[in-house]
């Protein structure tokens, strides 16, 4: 049993036949829910048939109470479904304070959607807020999220592909008879992210699934490093086709899973592949998924130039400080060195191809970077608490190439990858803003 009604407060419905009682704001409040979907309207029965009850019922866990114990009494109370199921999300917080207009540091998301576009915003908060955890929003990361994750990852890739293929007059990609080695690992690696993702979508956890997503972008970057077709390009046609076949198809399977995510970025991805969806983007999955790859990558694709880039990037801005009213401290002078000394020092922009927690180490990853001719070297970085492996791999960075190898926890580190720490101190990788092949020098 629950009581409904309240005396300790005078506004409200008043609780009919007892003017003493004002009827408890959460049973008012809880009743829309189905008021809305057409109960206890005789016109609107088949309505509320079709909608009720909820299959899934998303809430802040601030309202689990409410939601979990007195919402099914009362449906129960009516002889109502209850809803299958509760997806109880965290806090969005600023800082470490929950967003809150009480509090008045919420963000406007409308004024998001005018700044950044809805859909960046809504992979941001899909990919980065765990639903079941509390998330920390900041427009910074926001920024440098859709720079590196969207611009530099996805955008760049298909900008590459595109240039490559305009380069060398191919408007028709055919579809291949025969995958060789490399193209058989990226498919295997393309098969196991839809397994993950599907296991990730059923348990509501979006931020995993676009991670296993993500993580295949890295892949099929690193493959398209790997492969080299800009080089393949000059001796071998065949070859080369085949690569940029095997990279259109990936994109194009990656754009439909991200559908539900950026429905018109991927659409206008899809229809620069010359994918046009006239299906759902569900059966469209289905059959890449059920196709025989080993005989065919699917479909023969038709590329158009993209008539916009997908995604802006955003540049870090400077933190302007106000002046101090306080003398000015004094910084410790940085000494000077000669052109000699720099000159000593030989940079490098590598392609991290694996990272590895290296074991009893809270701070360390084990890089393997490919650095093209000069071939693939192991450097420990400590970068654990501030990158994940997926979003290491695929990503270009400069190195110090030329530095002494050190023994590091008993592994061998030669070299070190070079990072800006930014104004909410997380690490930001130092590397090519577009690009380029590994192992070149920078100037």
């Not at 992979?123 to 998330?135: E, K, P, S």
């Not at 699934?209 to 001796?235: L, M, T």
């Not at 000394?341 to 191809?353: A, M, Q």
Request: hydrophobic share 45%; charged share 20%.
């Amino acid at each position: 049993d629950l009581s409904i009604s309240r005396t300790t407060i005078s506004w409200g419905i008043p609780f009919p036949g007892d003017a003493k009682h004002t009827v408890y704001v959460w049973a008012d409040a809880l009743i829309n829910y189905m008021s809305a979907v057409g109960y206890g309207d005789t016109a609107r029965a088949q309505e509320f048939m079709h909608w009720w009850p909820a299959q899934l019922h998303i809430l802040g866990k601030d309202i689990v109470r409410f939601h979990a114990v007195y919402w099914p009494a009362f449906l129960m109370a009516a002889d109502l479904a209850i809803p299958e199921k509760l997806l109880v999300h965290g806090w969005l917080k600023i800082g470490d304070q929950k967003m809150s207009k009480s509090l008045g540091n919420a963000v406007d998301p409308l004024a998001l959607c005018d700044t950044y576009g809805a859909e960046p915003v809504r992979y941001y908060l899909t990919r980065y807020m765990a639903i079941t955890q509390d998330a920390e929003f900041g427009i910074a990361d926001l920024e440098q999220k859709i720079t590196s994750d969207l611009a530099n990852d996805l955008g760049n890739l298909l900008n590459r592909l595109m240039l490559l293929a305009q380069k060398y007059n191919l408007s028709v990609l055919r579809a291949p008879q025969k995958l060789d080695a490399p193209e058989q690992e990226l498919k295997q690696q393309l098969m196991l992210m839809l397994e993950s993702v599907s296991t990730d979508m059923q348990d509501y956890s979006f931020h995993k699934a676009y991670g296993h997503v993500w993580k295949s972008i890295n892949q099929i970057n690193a493959y398209f490093h790997a492969q080299e077709p800009w080089k393949v390009a000059r001796v071998d046609a065949a070859r080369f086709e085949k690569i940029l076949s095997a990279t259109a198809h990936a994109l194009a399977l990656v754009a439909t899973v991200t559908i539900p995510v950026m429905p018109q970025k991927m659409e206008k991805l899809l229809a620069a592949l010359g994918v046009i969806l006239d299906k759902t983007p569900k059966n469209y999955v289905q059959e890449l998924v059920e196709a025989d790859w080993n005989r065919d990558f699917i479909l023969n694709l038709t590329l158009f130039a993209p008539t916009e880039t997908l995604f802006q990037k955003y540049e870090p801005k400077p933190i302007i400080l106000e002046k101090e009213k306080e003398p000015m401290i004094t910084q410790p002078e940085i000494p000077a060195i000669t052109i000699q000394d720099f000159t000593k020092i030989e940079l490098r922009v590598g392609t991290i191809v694996d990272c590895q927690p290296v074991p009893k180490s809270d701070k360390l990853y084990a890089l393997q970077v490919n650095f093209g001719e000069h071939g693939i070297r192991q450097i420990l970085s400590g970068v654990k608490q501030h990158f994940t492996p997926e979003e290491l791999i695929g990503k270009q960075g400069s190195f110090v190439f030329n530095l002494q190898p050190r023994a590091m926890v008993g592994m061998s580190s030669q070299g070190m990858m070079l990072f800006a720490q930014n104004s909410e101190g997380k690490l930001v990788i130092v590397g090519p803003h577009a690009a380029v092949d590994a192992g070149v020098r920078l100037q």
